[in-house]
């Protein structure tokens, strides 16, 4: 039987008099993802690429496949006949890129390639395949496109295998400032194979060298000897090489690396020792005429920073002129004319925004060890180039 209930009075219809609302939301989303050294990776039998992008030879897979065109002109042919064999159903997008690439506009056209495609937002991965700029600009397009799309990276440079590629920051440049806007966004897996590397030039090996010489100085002395001991032996064919000196070199730097990133992915702490060449650096690299790589730009910083370690008595005089030493044996600079007070002043002053209102400076001390500084002062800058130009004057003077 149906009821008809009268409507309530006025009186009765009062909600109860409000009180201060507040909720609180606590939630996590966890991070797995892996780094494998994976030798042959472009081999058809070799299934690790396929697997990471879901390919079973059964069902066929659909994937976009952004590739940096240099690496296209060496591996298009093999990337193809991979992907063929793995009935992975692959839409190529080949981009030019370097740091003047790094920009919200590529980082769109990436994002358009994924639109054109119809992309599914959580089983069709983007594959990234090409130096850190390219898998820093991937993944920043992936972190924006429907909130976030997956992605692998497939680093093919020394800095990207060591450095930029096996993290989870992505990012572009923005007025004038390196990576100014940016996400954490975690690939789903990243493949490192060291093959890549024997394509290299000397400059571009040189340039993720000096990452690794970051590692040693500031956390790794027997890292230090090791590359003191084969810095007359990397070519690119000995980095492609596996089981080598060299081999044992990259794989202690990632996981020197990863030892440091993993424990504060999001960078909730801001004192961080890989920070080291970091601070003065990302203003030369954006000024400096004729163009430095991210690596070369570093390795000035970081020999600018042994100047102020050594100034500060944290390193004795013979460890910094040693490092500097390994530095310029690697091929890199120590010394850039743009490189001057008042740009590493700006720097500084940037540093000091980036960092949460601290200098937050990570300085070698000694060898293998790192300590923060936050009492920088200008009259250190000045010294610290002063210790440059002396080393210099008297090196060039032995040499004479």
């Given at each position: 039987m149906n009821t008809i209930t009268a409507p309530l009075s006025s009186a009765e219809a009062t909600l109860p008099a409000r009180r201060?609302?507040?909720?609180?939301?606590?939630?996590?989303?966890?991070?797995h993802f892996s780094v494998r050294?994976?030798?042959?990776?472009?081999?058809?039998?070799?299934?690790?690429?396929?697997?990471?992008?879901?390919?079973?030879?059964?069902?066929?897979q659909r994937r976009l496949v952004v590739v940096d065109r240099n690496v296209d002109a060496l591996y298009g042919e093999a990337l193809r006949r991979y992907f063929d064999h793995w009935r992975i159903q692959a839409t190529w997008q080949v981009l030019d890129i370097d740091e003047s690439h790094k920009t919200l506009e590529h980082a769109l056209v990436i994002v358009q390639a994924m639109e054109r495609m119809g992309l599914l937002r959580r089983h069709e991965t983007v594959v990234a395949i090409g130096g850190g700029v390219l898998t820093d600009l991937?993944?920043?397009?992936?972190?924006?496109?429907?909130?976030?799309?997956?992605?692998?990276?497939?680093?093919?440079?020394?800095?990207?295998?060591?450095?930029?590629?096996?993290?989870?920051?992505?990012g572009v440049n923005q007025g004038g400032h390196k990576n100014r806007l940016g996400s954490y966004f975690a690939p789903a897996g990243v493949l490192i194979d060291p093959g890549f590397l024997a394509s290299?030039?000397?400059?571009?090996?040189?340039?993720?060298?000096?990452?690794?010489?970051?590692?040693?100085?500031?956390?790794?002395?027997?890292?230090?000897?090791?590359?003191?001991?084969?810095?007359?032996?990397?070519?690119?064919?000995?980095?492609?090489?596996?089981?080598?000196?060299?081999?044992?070199?990259?794989?202690?730097?990632?996981?020197?690396?990863?030892?440091?990133?993993?424990?504060?992915?999001?960078?909730?702490?801001?004192?961080?020792s890989v920070d080291f060449g970091h601070t003065f650096s990302p203003a030369l690299e954006l000024h400096a005429k004729p163009v430095l790589l991210h690596g070369e730009a570093v390795a000035v910083d970081m020999a600018l920073s042994l100047g102020l370690a050594t100034g500060r008595g944290y390193l004795s005089?013979?460890?910094?002129?040693?490092?500097?030493?390994?530095?310029?044996?690697?091929?890199?600079?120590?010394?850039?004319?743009?490189?001057?007070?008042?740009?590493?002043?700006?720097?500084l002053a940037q540093a000091v925004q980036h960092r949460d209102g601290q200098q937050r400076l990570p300085l070698p001390g000694p060898l293998g060890h790192c300590v923060f500084v936050n009492d920088l002062r200008p009259e250190e800058l000045a010294n610290a180039l002063a210790w440059l130009t002396h080393y210099r004057a008297s090196t060039e003077r032995l040499s004479a």
């Open positions: 201060p609302a507040a909720w609180h939301v606590d939630a996590s989303q966890p991070v050294i994976a030798h042959g990776l472009l081999e058809p039998a070799n299934p690790l690429l396929a697997q990471q992008c879901g390919g079973t030879r059964h069902t066929p991937v993944g920043f397009a992936c972190s924006l496109y429907r909130r976030g799309v997956p992605y692998l990276r497939v680093p093919t440079t020394l800095m990207g295998q060591i450095d930029a590629g096996i993290g989870i920051k992505t290299l030039d000397q400059r571009h090996l040189n340039n993720g060298v000096a990452e690794i010489i970051k590692m040693a100085l500031i956390d790794d002395e027997q890292l230090f000897h090791a590359l003191e001991n084969t810095v007359g032996h990397m070519a690119p064919g000995a980095w492609a090489a596996p089981g080598g000196p060299l081999a044992a070199v990259m794989e202690r730097a990632i996981n020197g690396m990863l030892a440091h990133l993993i424990p504060n992915l999001w960078e909730q702490e801001l004192s961080r005089q013979d460890e910094g002129v040693r490092a500097l030493r390994l530095i310029e044996r690697c091929g890199l600079p120590i010394q850039n004319p743009v490189f001057n007070l008042a740009l590493l002043q700006q720097a």
